[in-house]
């Protein structure tokens, strides 16, 4: 980088977004990451109380994958608002492709959070004394369509940049 | 719930609150006498410090502190209190940096040369070490009889809760470094090493709720295991927007030197008073020129062009 004096137009196509594609990117994972998490609590958890707490079924190993991404959840929100505002003050803002770390985040995290933690590992169930079935097929396929649009986003800006 | 000694119990939180105060005054004179030598010391740390002093001495007198003894829900808002918002708004008093500049100079040198040489508090100050010492203290106190033992025995209640303020803020400072700093780690390492102490309240808090220290009721451990769930993390959410926000102001894009680039820095060089050496030298690259230089250089323009009305 030669000068440090960009024209407003410069500002409006984002120059250095190229050369940040990877933190772009990134950036999305983790603020879907953290999205998805936050919906869960707030929505779920608090607003319609589908979400238990705690569940007795809850195996040690679902406690510590709970409380880690918990953690991780809101740290990942904080540190991806960061490093978007990061972004934009490098004039490498990349719209669509941090959409596409969205997705990819938020479907990953919400597939591990209805496969894994939901059914493997007991922690608690989508919704209490109804048949679960559809609740858990919706939770799913939407978090696999999530990664499949946001896997298709990130491969084209990759083709963008290279070409 | 269970039996204490009534007596010992009303007499001792009183001592245990008594630091607190003296320190708050200690700091309001410290503020006030260097202020009439030196800069003035920035309200928003008299402020900061003033309110986690009193967090602190509300988990240790008053309706809290006295229900706590009975009551798992009261204790945990002192918990929270005492161990995590009163040494984060403490912390961003820098008290000792305040210290530092009220004694006269040769004394701060002998002071921070002892800091310095000191092992203890460099073994401490490991992120790692903090953590422990904070989360597994805390696991400590609530999986074993000793939560129990604590309001039956007064020496114990006294050494837990001073263990309680003087971890949180312990490992306040080996996160966000704000006061003068002995040992300093990159932000990723403090971010991963925060996940794991965050990770581990939140576990232990969840534990709590399925199994209480012994005497404690259900409700009340379910209520106090989320007040420590969700109160934990609401001060956690502020040491983390201020970690990171120094993250953002130390990694502000740099034009001049080439290196322009997004990176966690690490392997930084300090003077004794925590200068950070390549930052101020890369904020002198960007600085522009010097009095001395700008003076060089209207000389330079001034004979240019008197050579060239010569030529003519």
Redesign the interface.
Known sequence: MTNSISTSSDYKQNPHKKAYAKQNMWTGILFGLGIVAFIDEVVFHQLLHWHHFYDKSTTDIGLVSDGLFHAFSFIATIGASFLLADLHRRHAFWLKRWIGGILLGAGVFQLYDGIIQHKWMGLHQIRYGVDILPYDLLWNILAALMIIIGAILIYQTNKERKG | MHTHDQYSADSLPILLAVPFILLFFLYLMAVVLSNQEKKRWPVYRVFAWSFGVLCAILSLIGPIADLAHTNLTAHMIGHVLLGMLAPLLMALGAPVTLLLRTINIPTARKLTNILRNSRPLHFVQHPIVAALLNIGGLWVLYTTDLFLMMHENMLLYVVIHIHIFLAGYIFTTSIIYVDLTLLRKSFLYR?VV???A??????LA??I??DPPSGVAIEQA?LGS?IM?YGG?TV??GL??IL??Q??KK???T??N?K?G?AISNNKKFTVAGTDIEEVKRLNANAGMSYREINEWFAQQQSKANTVTKKR
Do not use: C, Q
């Open positions: 971010t925060f996940l794991f965050l990770a581990g309240h939140s576990v969840k534990y709720y399925a379910e989320m769930y993390d956690e959410v983390l927007i990171f926000y993250w953002y990694s502000r894009p034009f001049n080439g322009e997004f």
